[in-house]
Protein backbone atom coordinates (compact mmCIF):
# COMPACT_ATOMS: atom_id res chain seq x y z
CA UNK A 1 0.00 0.00 0.00
CA UNK A 2 0.99 3.88 -0.55
CA UNK A 3 -0.20 6.07 0.65
CA UNK A 4 -0.20 10.41 -0.03
CA UNK A 5 -2.05 13.03 1.42
CA UNK A 6 -3.34 16.85 0.93
CA UNK A 7 -1.38 18.01 4.35
CA UNK A 8 2.00 18.11 4.73
CA UNK A 9 2.56 16.60 7.67
CA UNK A 10 5.59 16.39 9.17
CA UNK A 11 6.90 12.64 10.04
CA UNK A 12 9.90 10.37 11.15
CA UNK A 13 9.39 7.16 10.67
CA UNK A 14 11.42 3.45 11.07
CA UNK A 15 12.25 -0.11 9.32
CA UNK A 16 10.99 -2.93 10.96
CA UNK A 17 14.38 -3.45 12.51
CA UNK A 18 14.66 -0.03 13.65
CA UNK A 19 18.28 0.10 11.80
CA UNK A 20 16.90 2.98 9.21
CA UNK A 21 14.73 5.52 10.56
CA UNK A 22 14.27 8.94 8.11
CA UNK A 23 12.74 12.54 8.79
CA UNK A 24 10.37 13.80 5.93
CA UNK A 25 10.47 18.01 6.27
CA UNK A 26 10.70 19.95 3.08
CA UNK A 27 12.17 16.57 1.47
CA UNK A 28 13.66 14.04 3.06
CA UNK A 29 16.27 12.75 5.16
CA UNK A 30 17.39 9.14 6.07
CA UNK A 31 20.24 7.46 8.38
CA UNK A 32 21.59 4.04 9.19
CA UNK A 33 21.70 3.57 12.75
CA UNK A 34 24.77 0.95 12.43
CA UNK A 35 25.97 0.25 8.81
CA UNK A 36 28.91 -1.63 6.67
CA UNK A 37 29.23 1.22 4.02
CA UNK A 38 31.68 4.53 4.31
CA UNK A 39 30.19 7.65 4.66
CA UNK A 40 31.42 10.02 1.96
CA UNK A 41 29.90 13.12 3.06
CA UNK A 42 31.25 15.94 1.77
CA UNK A 43 30.94 18.63 4.63
CA UNK A 44 30.71 16.39 7.70
CA UNK A 45 30.46 18.02 11.51
CA UNK A 46 33.75 17.97 12.95
CA UNK A 47 32.16 18.70 16.45
CA UNK A 48 32.21 14.67 17.35
CA UNK A 49 34.58 12.24 16.23
CA UNK A 50 33.92 10.42 13.13
CA UNK A 51 32.65 7.32 15.46
CA UNK A 52 29.99 9.98 17.08
CA UNK A 53 28.68 10.77 13.74
CA UNK A 54 25.32 9.98 11.95
CA UNK A 55 25.79 9.15 8.77
CA UNK A 56 22.84 9.19 6.34
CA UNK A 57 21.61 10.91 2.92
CA UNK A 58 19.44 13.88 2.59
CA UNK A 59 17.16 14.85 -0.36
CA UNK A 60 15.56 18.31 -0.73
CA UNK A 61 14.16 19.94 -3.93
CA UNK A 62 17.76 20.53 -5.59
CA UNK A 63 19.53 18.54 -3.79
CA UNK A 64 21.37 15.11 -2.65
CA UNK A 65 23.61 14.78 -0.34
CA UNK A 66 25.37 12.25 1.85
CA UNK A 67 25.30 13.53 5.25
CA UNK A 68 27.41 13.10 8.76
CA UNK A 69 26.54 15.12 11.84
CA UNK A 70 26.92 15.21 15.09
CA UNK A 71 23.21 14.63 15.91
CA UNK A 72 20.36 12.13 14.51
CA UNK A 73 17.66 14.35 12.76
CA UNK A 74 15.52 11.36 12.88
CA UNK A 75 16.15 10.06 16.49
CA UNK A 76 12.91 9.33 17.48
CA UNK A 77 10.73 8.02 14.79
CA UNK A 78 7.22 7.91 15.64
CA UNK A 79 6.17 5.53 13.00
CA UNK A 80 6.96 1.85 11.37
CA UNK A 81 6.81 1.93 7.99
CA UNK A 82 6.22 -1.82 7.16
CA UNK A 83 7.50 -3.71 4.68
CA UNK A 84 5.64 -3.75 1.02
CA UNK A 85 4.42 0.32 2.02
CA UNK A 86 5.42 3.57 1.27
CA UNK A 87 4.10 7.07 1.97
CA UNK A 88 4.29 10.23 -0.29
CA UNK A 89 4.37 13.63 0.95
CA UNK A 90 5.34 16.86 -0.62
CA UNK A 91 6.65 14.94 -4.25
CA UNK A 92 8.96 12.48 -2.58
CA UNK A 93 8.01 8.86 -1.96
CA UNK A 94 9.96 6.71 0.82
CA UNK A 95 9.45 3.00 -0.07
CA UNK A 96 9.88 -0.02 2.88
CA UNK A 97 11.19 -3.29 1.52
CA UNK A 98 13.19 -6.28 3.32
CA UNK A 99 16.11 -5.02 1.33
CA UNK A 100 16.01 -1.14 3.03
CA UNK A 101 14.32 1.89 2.30
CA UNK A 102 14.12 4.18 -0.95
CA UNK A 103 13.19 7.71 -1.34
CA UNK A 104 13.16 9.95 -4.60
CA UNK A 105 11.91 12.59 -6.02
CA UNK A 106 8.79 11.89 -8.02
CA UNK A 107 9.49 14.68 -10.92
CA UNK A 108 12.45 13.80 -11.93
CA UNK A 109 12.95 10.53 -10.26
CA UNK A 110 16.20 11.87 -8.15
CA UNK A 111 16.98 9.80 -4.89
CA UNK A 112 18.73 7.29 -2.89
CA UNK A 113 18.34 3.68 -1.07
CA UNK A 114 19.75 2.94 2.10
CA UNK A 115 20.25 -0.34 4.01
CA UNK A 116 22.80 -1.49 6.73
CA UNK A 117 24.98 -2.98 3.59
CA UNK A 118 24.49 -0.57 1.16
CA UNK A 119 24.45 3.64 0.71
CA UNK A 120 23.51 4.18 -3.00
CA UNK A 121 22.34 7.84 -4.85
CA UNK A 122 20.77 5.67 -7.27
CA UNK A 123 17.53 4.94 -6.38
CA UNK A 124 16.67 1.23 -6.64
CA UNK A 125 13.82 0.19 -8.95
CA UNK A 126 10.59 -1.71 -7.88
CA UNK A 127 6.87 -1.91 -8.07
CA UNK A 128 6.13 0.38 -5.19
CA UNK A 129 8.37 2.92 -7.14
CA UNK A 130 5.09 2.97 -9.46
CA UNK A 131 2.07 2.28 -8.64
CA UNK A 132 -0.83 4.93 -7.85
CA UNK A 133 -0.26 6.13 -4.24
CA UNK A 134 -3.77 6.09 -2.98
CA UNK A 135 -4.96 9.47 -1.12
CA UNK A 136 -5.39 9.30 2.85
CA UNK A 137 -8.48 11.77 2.19
CA UNK A 138 -11.57 9.72 2.73
CA UNK A 139 -14.56 12.25 1.80
CA UNK A 140 -14.40 15.41 4.05
CA UNK A 141 -11.72 13.87 6.39
CA UNK A 142 -8.06 12.90 6.65
CA UNK A 143 -7.33 9.82 8.95
CA UNK A 144 -2.94 9.56 8.92
CA UNK A 145 -1.51 7.34 11.37
CA UNK A 146 -0.12 7.90 14.82
CA UNK A 147 3.58 9.66 14.42
CA UNK A 148 2.75 12.39 11.96
CA UNK A 149 2.49 15.55 13.08
CA UNK A 150 -0.07 17.97 11.43
CA UNK A 151 -0.39 21.74 11.20
CA UNK A 152 -3.49 23.73 10.11
CA UNK A 153 -5.72 27.18 10.31
CA UNK A 154 -9.06 27.35 10.58
CA UNK A 155 -10.78 30.16 8.81
CA UNK A 156 -9.67 33.48 8.73
CA UNK A 157 -6.65 32.01 11.39
CA UNK A 158 -9.53 31.67 13.82
CA UNK A 159 -7.28 28.64 15.08
CA UNK A 160 -3.78 28.00 14.38
CA UNK A 161 -3.16 24.04 15.19
CA UNK A 162 -0.73 21.25 15.47
CA UNK A 163 -2.08 18.18 16.19
CA UNK A 164 -0.66 14.55 16.75
CA UNK A 165 -1.70 11.62 18.10
CA UNK A 166 -1.63 12.48 21.96
CA UNK A 167 -2.10 16.45 21.37
CA UNK A 168 -4.20 18.90 19.98
CA UNK A 169 -3.32 22.84 20.40
CA UNK A 170 -4.56 25.44 18.69
CA UNK A 171 -3.93 29.17 19.80
CA UNK A 172 -7.72 30.39 19.03
CA UNK A 173 -9.07 34.04 18.53
CA UNK A 174 -11.97 34.32 21.36
CA UNK A 175 -13.32 36.28 23.95
CA UNK A 176 -13.70 32.72 25.87
CA UNK A 177 -12.44 33.29 29.25
CA UNK A 178 -9.74 31.38 29.69
CA UNK A 179 -6.97 30.54 32.90
CA UNK A 180 -4.97 33.06 33.49
CA UNK A 181 -1.11 32.92 32.12
CA UNK A 182 1.99 34.23 34.94
CA UNK A 183 3.20 37.69 34.18
CA UNK A 184 4.53 37.56 30.64
CA UNK A 185 7.59 39.75 29.70
CA UNK A 186 6.57 39.34 26.04
CA UNK A 187 2.99 38.65 24.13
CA UNK A 188 0.20 36.59 25.61
CA UNK A 189 -1.61 34.18 23.39
CA UNK A 190 -5.12 31.98 23.94
CA UNK A 191 -4.77 28.46 23.67
CA UNK A 192 -6.70 25.58 23.08
CA UNK A 193 -5.93 22.15 23.71
CA UNK A 194 -6.27 18.62 24.78
CA UNK A 195 -3.54 16.46 25.68
CA UNK A 196 -3.14 12.21 26.67
CA UNK A 197 -6.53 11.50 28.53
CA UNK A 198 -6.87 15.09 30.48
CA UNK A 199 -9.93 17.20 29.81
CA UNK A 200 -9.70 19.46 27.19
CA UNK A 201 -8.46 23.14 28.48
CA UNK A 202 -8.18 27.11 27.56
CA UNK A 203 -5.34 29.01 28.82
CA UNK A 204 -3.45 32.05 28.27
CA UNK A 205 0.25 31.36 27.31
CA UNK A 206 3.52 33.39 27.40
CA UNK A 207 3.88 32.64 23.60
CA UNK A 208 3.97 35.12 20.63
CA UNK A 209 5.30 31.59 18.00
CA UNK A 210 2.13 30.26 15.88
CA UNK A 211 2.00 26.20 15.11
CA UNK A 212 2.64 26.88 11.37
CA UNK A 213 -0.52 25.93 9.93
CA UNK A 214 -0.41 26.83 6.43
CA UNK A 215 -3.41 24.30 5.42
CA UNK A 216 -6.68 25.38 5.55
CA UNK A 217 -9.33 23.17 7.78
CA UNK A 218 -12.27 23.87 5.73
CA UNK A 219 -15.72 24.27 7.62
CA UNK A 220 -16.96 20.06 7.04
CA UNK A 221 -13.36 18.97 7.20
CA UNK A 222 -11.54 17.45 9.42
CA UNK A 223 -8.32 16.02 10.00
CA UNK A 224 -7.65 12.80 12.69
CA UNK A 225 -3.77 11.30 13.82
CA UNK A 226 -4.62 7.61 16.01
CA UNK A 227 -7.78 8.56 17.67
CA UNK A 228 -7.26 12.27 18.13
CA UNK A 229 -9.63 14.28 15.60
CA UNK A 230 -10.25 18.14 14.99
CA UNK A 231 -12.85 18.83 12.87
CA UNK A 232 -14.52 22.25 11.63
CA UNK A 233 -17.59 23.18 11.84
CA UNK A 234 -20.16 26.32 10.74
CA UNK A 235 -19.58 28.14 13.96
CA UNK A 236 -16.67 26.23 16.14
CA UNK A 237 -13.88 24.06 16.13
CA UNK A 238 -13.94 20.55 17.46
CA UNK A 239 -10.92 18.07 19.20
CA UNK A 240 -11.49 15.31 20.74
CA UNK A 241 -10.26 11.49 21.06
CA UNK A 242 -13.06 9.41 19.75
CA UNK A 243 -12.29 6.33 22.14
CA UNK A 244 -12.18 5.75 25.49
CA UNK A 245 -12.68 8.89 28.17
CA UNK A 246 -13.17 11.01 24.83
CA UNK A 247 -11.77 13.87 26.07
CA UNK A 248 -11.76 17.24 24.32
CA UNK A 249 -12.97 20.67 23.64
CA UNK A 250 -14.93 23.09 21.46
CA UNK A 251 -14.42 26.39 20.59
CA UNK A 252 -16.04 29.32 18.71
CA UNK A 253 -15.46 33.10 18.44
CA UNK A 254 -17.26 33.69 22.40
CA UNK A 255 -17.11 30.15 24.09
CA UNK A 256 -15.20 27.81 25.29
CA UNK A 257 -16.25 23.84 26.59
CA UNK A 258 -13.95 21.15 27.59
CA UNK A 259 -14.84 17.51 28.19
Known sequence: MLVSSRFAPEITFQSPSGNLACWFTGGVICRARAHTWTSHASDPQTECPPAKRTSGVQLTEHALNER????????????????????????????????????????????????????????????????????????????????????????????DCLLTADLATCMVQSTAAGEPAPTCEGDQALTAEVTGDTRGKLVHECRSDANGGEALLKAGESVQVGDLRCAANAANLRCAHLGGARHGFEVDESSFRGF
Open 68 to 159: SDCYDQAENPGAVLAFGHGLELGGVRCVSEERGITCLRKADGIGFSISREELSLTPWDGPLLHVAAASLDHGSGTVLPAGFHVAFHVGDYFA
